[in-house]
């Protein structure tokens, strides 16, 4: 147990709907990190936040926002929602800013399928 | 632009026999290096990774791996492999900070051990 826990494991919703996705990190990590994994893109990222703001963004799309509050959890939004959206969705933490060589732990994911 | 390339989408090895996972990276200048492996159905999890010192690197498991600069190459071995080694595998790198970057990771490389 890597002590990142993700909300939900899974998702069924239908083309064009929005749904959010939501991380606690690890105990005192500041950073959370947010990917994709789909079988044709392999493991994408999408967005880092330290401390509640905005710090990389990868490839995400316009459709695609996050945040991070206060508490620092994160929540990943998606809408308009597009069968090509179907994926596992993972967040990630690490206890500074990826600046440095800190390894970063996953958490068990949530897998969207759009339909 | 940093990559990571593992040329093999999948590697068999017998049980007892000793496995090699390959990764090639490319940075412009010095490699932060990781290993991450992931269960079926479960996030990933991280192995070891390399920053600096001694190019080769102990981890978790029993695995290991030894970097090479002149090669580029950040291999994965163990000397007895475990049916329960049986997992993907993701090769990762970031390059050393002179700003901010974030961690790139390969497509992955599948492990079937064999009894």
């Known amino acids: 147990d890597s002590g990142v826990t993700q909300t939900p494991k899974h998702l069924i919703t239908a083309t064009g709907q929005r749904v959010t996705l939501r991380c606690s990190p690890r105990s005192g990590d500041l950073s959370v990190y947010w990917y994709q994994q789909s079988l044709d893109q392999g493991l994408q990222f999408l967005i880092h936040?330290?401390?509640?703001?905005?710090?990389a963004k990868g490839n995400i799309l316009e459709r695609f926002s996050a945040q991070q509050f206060p508490d620092l959890h994160s929540e990943l939004n998606l809408s308009s929602l597009e069968l090509g959206d179907s994926a596992l969705y993972f967040c990630a933490s690490s206890d500074r800013t990826s600046g440095t060589n800190n390894e970063q732990f996953f958490g068990p994911g949530t897998r969207l399928t759009v339909l | 632009a940093q990559s990571v390339a593992q040329p093999e989408d999948q590697v068999n090895v017998a049980e007892g026999n000793p496995l090699t996972v390959k990764c090639t990276y490319s940075v412009s200048g010095n490699p932060y290096l990781f290993w991450y492996v992931q269960y079926p159905n479960r996030g990933l999890q991280f192995l070891l990774k390399?920053?600096?010192?001694?190019?080769l690197v102990k981890g978790s498991y029993g695995f290991e791996a030894e970097f090479n600069k002149s090669q580029t190459s950040f291999h994965l071995k163990k000397p007895s492999a475990l049916v329960s080694d049986s997992a993907l595998y993701f090769c990762a790198v970031r390059e050393s900070p002179s700003g901010y970057s974030t961690l790139t990771f390969g497509k992955g490389t599948m492990l079937l051990v064999s009894p």
């Open positions: 936040y330290y401390n509640g703001e905005e710090r």
């Open positions: 390399y920053i600096t010192g001694d190019n």
